[in-house]
């Protein structure tokens, strides 16, 4: 029984150094297909990667907590170790086939190592210690747009369809003339061709509608009468401005220009 598994283990691309590893009484070993778990291949692969982790790191993480080997091998994982360490591999690599990731079951994995160290824990149970991780729909599924309503069962067949010559017989066009059939029928299609000129015409019709203008607002007939000044008001102000003093000289007013002018001519006359 050793020997067969030996060569089994050699036959799934594990170390000679780990398969003699079989022969000994404390050592099992445990092959476990997961090719046929996931339908979709692009799925597959990443899943298994997933099981590996970045650079071997979650397959390391699995094999020191289990005390086995573990050997991903295209559509097998092979692993050797003790019965119970067996057991916890196998549910690790089915559950993450299953869309659940592995680090869930280190952690559990983690925290029983840690609890298995205490003796006085041994005897009670460890439910209250391991996490309880859920599954989290976060995308509900789609609802299709157009429902389709399931008809009521009859054992009775659904009522046959008329055809083109039953409902001329019902019509009584049957027994017309093929020249009668014929004027019907370019009857129907002159109704059709005013029927879509008319449509037309109210298109084209549309662009020569004035639009609708806005009211205009009336003008006040108010005449301003804020416009108008005071004049009276004004001259008393510049009164009383020139008969106070505020310091400055008061300006003399300018001789007229005809005086000045005089002046020059008699200085010339003289001359």
């Known amino acids: 029984m050793r020997a067969r598994d030996l060569i089994k283990l050699l036959a799934r691309s594990v170390p000679f150094e780990q398969a003699v590893r079989i022969l000994q009484d404390d050592m099992a070993c445990d092959i476990i297909k997961i090719g046929t778990l996931v339908r979709n291949r692009e799925r597959f692969v990443k899943r ?16 020191l907590l289990t005390n086995c080997y573990v050997m991903v091998q295209g559509n097998t994982v092979s692993a050797l170790g003790p019965y119970g360490g067996l057991k916890e591999v196998r549910k690790v ?10 680090i869930y079951n280190i952690k559990t994995l983690m925290i029983k190592r840690e609890l ?3 003796p006085d824990l041994r005897v009670q149970s460890w439910e209250r210690f391991l996490p309880k991780f859920r599954h989290k729909n976060l995308t509900k599924r789609r609802e299709p747009k157009k429902k389709s309503v399931k008809k009521e069962y009859t054992p009775f067949p659904p009522q046959q369809p008329e055809s083109k010559v039953d409902k001329e017989l019902t019509t009584g ?20 061709q005013a029927e879509a000129l008319t449509k037309k015409q109210e298109e084209r019709n549309k662009a020569f509608i004035p ?16 416009g108008k000044l005071d004049i009276d008001a004004i ?3 510049v009164k009383k401005a020139k008969t106070k003093k505020l310091g400055a000289p008061a300006v003399s007013p300018a001789p007229p220009a005809g005086s000045a002018a005089n002046k020059k001519k008699k200085k010339n006359n003289k001359s």
Do not use: Y
Not at 211 to 226: F, V, W
């Open 116 to 118: 298995s160290k205490d």
């Open 173 to 192: 066009e049957f027994f017309l003339r093929e020249s009668v059939k014929k004027r019907k029928k370019m009857e129907e299609i002159k109704v059709k």
């Open 235 to 237: 001259k008393e102000k």
């Open 93 to 102: 690599v089915m559950d993450t086939m299953k869309n659940i990731h592995p």
């Open 48 to 63: 298994r990667q997933r099981l590996i982790g970045p650079k071997g790191s979650t397959l390391k993480a699995l094999e």
């Open 211 to 226: 639009p609708k203008e806005k009211p205009l607002m009336k003008k006040s007939t108010k005449a301003p009468t804020e």
